[in-house]
């Protein structure tokens, strides 16, 4: 079975400044990376995933993800955040190959607050 | 494009009462996927569609949830009798069943609270 854990369950950091969110997974076998992100009261939007290829992934908003199979971890990161990109922030795997799309097994979350 | 519709955003029920939610996919999309978000943890798969049949509920606690996608297109999640600890975010998602790795793409969620 996979599992995912989120290291920080919540992260403040000053409006301008970088973060990391970050993410290791577990599995025996290959898999597909994601992360989500939730506002309040809504439901997840897909920030980037990684399906095979390179393995700095680029996504919305200016979210970027690296894939490293060594360490088995999908660290989130931003150079410069805003205001608006306080929210809970999902790190997820789903089984790569099979015979169909497949759930995915999301981290517990990471509360990214960004503080003016 | 329309996203995922659910409904209703928010319920409140008393234990041992039954509720039912609804959830209408995006157009085309054939799989569809019921997860369930207690507070300050990650969603949880309950049950995945393909079209109208089960992929997989082996996390679907069976004796008290239901689900049914009658012609492959809308979806009812159903929970009779409730629990306090059903209280919980139901999320609903669909994706293309094309290639492995499709987004799924996720409706607003019914906010259930259970008394």
């Known amino acids: 079975a996979q599992s995912v854990t989120q290291l920080d369950s919540q992260v403040p950091v000053f409006e301008e400044a970088p973060v990391e969110l970050r993410c290791n997974y577990s599995?025996?076998?290959?898999?597909?990376l994601f992360w989500y992100v939730q506002y309040p009261n809504q439901g997840l939007q897909l920030l980037l995933k990684?399906?095979?290829?390179?393995?700095l992934v680029k996504g919305i908003n200016g979210f970027e993800a690296e894939f490293n199979k060594s360490q088995t971890s999908f660290h989130l990161r931003k150079p410069s955040v805003h205001i608006s990109d306080t929210a809970e922030y999902f790190c997820?795997?789903?089984?790569?190959?099979?015979?169909?799309?497949?759930?995915?097994?999301f981290g517990k979350g990471t509360r990214l607050s960004v503080i003016a | 494009e329309a996203g995922v519709a659910q409904s209703p955003r928010y319920k409140i029920i008393e234990k041992r009462q039954s509720v039912a939610f609804w959830c209408n996919p995006i157009?085309?999309?054939?799989?569809l996927y019921w997860y369930q978000q207690i507070l300050g943890q990650g969603p949880k798969l309950l049950i995945q569609f393909q079209n109208n049949g089960v992929v997989d509920d082996s996390q679907l606690p069976k004796d008290r949830f239901s689900a049914e996608r009658l012609k492959g297109v809308d979806s009812t999640l159903k929970i009779q009798p409730a629990k306090l600890e059903d209280s919980a975010v139901y999320l609903c998602?669909?994706?293309?069943?094309?290639?492995?790795?499709?987004?799924?793409?996720f409706g607003p969620g019914t906010r259930l609270t259970v008394l």
């Open positions: 157009s085309g999309h054939a799989t």
């Open positions: 998602a669909s994706s293309l069943s094309g290639p492995w790795g499709d987004t799924q793409y």
């Open positions: 599995s025996s076998v290959s898999v597909y």
């Open positions: 997820a795997v789903s089984l790569s190959g099979g015979s169909g799309n497949t759930p995915l097994v």
């Open positions: 990684y399906l095979s290829g390179s393995t």
